[in-house]
T-cell receptor, first 114, second 111 residues
Framework: DTGVSQDPRHKITKRGQNVTFRCDPISEHNRLYWYRQTLGQGPEFLTYFQNEAQLEKSRLLSDRFSAERPKGSFSTLEIQRTEQGDSAMYLC????????????FGEGSRLTVL | SQKIEQNSEALNIQEGKTATLTCNYTNYSPAYLQWYRQDPGRGPVFLLLIRENEKEKRKERLKVTFDTTLKQSLFHITASQPADSATYLCALTGGGNKLTFGTGTQLKVEL
């Protein structure tokens, strides 16, 4: 069991560039979540997949953000035209089952927008 | 509006003492509540889940209580050790499938 893995762990980009993060969940987990966390705050929900279907998106998620989970396996989170306010840790988590139980988090992808 | 409140001030305690962290919530009717530990630069790690019909749950040196009348959960670490120093997050579902987190409380256990 390799746990949830995220790539890259760190990304520094210039404002206006596009960035993409990848998450590989635990293989038997059907649910996948993306969260964003800034310093001193708890993780903030962005979006949720059950298998390949994106079932919920935060109203805070602007149209510059898009997430996919093709074939219900790995997921990508793309941010277009990055802004300095996008600087944060992007956390992926997965879980198994029909109810929102224990989440298994990856180590996160830290984004710095200059 | 829905709120989850945890003490934003760091909690400093001496090794061997019991640490007690508080999580208060408003405008939620959660079926269960979870506690996570987060170390700097790392993802949160699940510790305990307590359901609305459970008053108390224990795991090794950890104990969680859940009072749905007071809308409060208490998280206790007995015989605390420096290795327990971390940020502790409470989280709950407010309907739907998303888990909403509090801001976390930083615990520092000193020798």
């Amino acid at each position: 069991d390799t746990g949830v893995s995220q790539d890259p762990r760190h990304k520094i980009t210039k404002r206006g560039q596009n960035v993409t993060f990848r998450c590989d969940p635990i293989s038997e987990h059907n649910r996948l979540y993306w969260y964003r966390q800034t310093l001193g705050q708890g993780p903030e929900f962005l979006t949720y997949f059950q298998n390949e279907a994106q079932l919920e998106k935060s109203r805070l998620l602007s149209d510059r953000f898009s997430a996919e989970r093709p074939k219900g396996s790995f997921s990508t989170l793309e941010i277009q035209r990055t802004e300095q306010g996008d600087s944060a840790m992007y956390l992926c988590a997965s879980s198994f089952g029909v109810n929102t139980g224990e989440l298994f988090f990856g180590e996160g992808s830290r984004l710095t927008v200059l | 509006s829905q709120k989850i409140e945890q003490n934003s001030e760091a909690l400093n305690i001496q090794e061997g003492k019991t640490a007690t962290l508080t999580c208060n919530y408003t405008n939620y009717s959660p079926a269960y509540l979870q506690w996570y530990r987060q170390d700097p630069g790392r993802g949160p790690v699940f510790l305990l889940l307590i359901r609305e019909n459970e008053k108390e749950k224990r795991k090794e040196r950890l104990k969680v209580t859940f009072d749905t009348t007071l809308k409060q959960s208490l998280f206790h670490i007995t015989a605390s050790q420096p290795a327990d120093s971390a940020t502790y997050l409470c989280a709950l579902t407010g309907g739907g499938n998303k888990l909403t987190f509090g801001t976390g409380t930083q615990l520092k256990v000193e020798l």
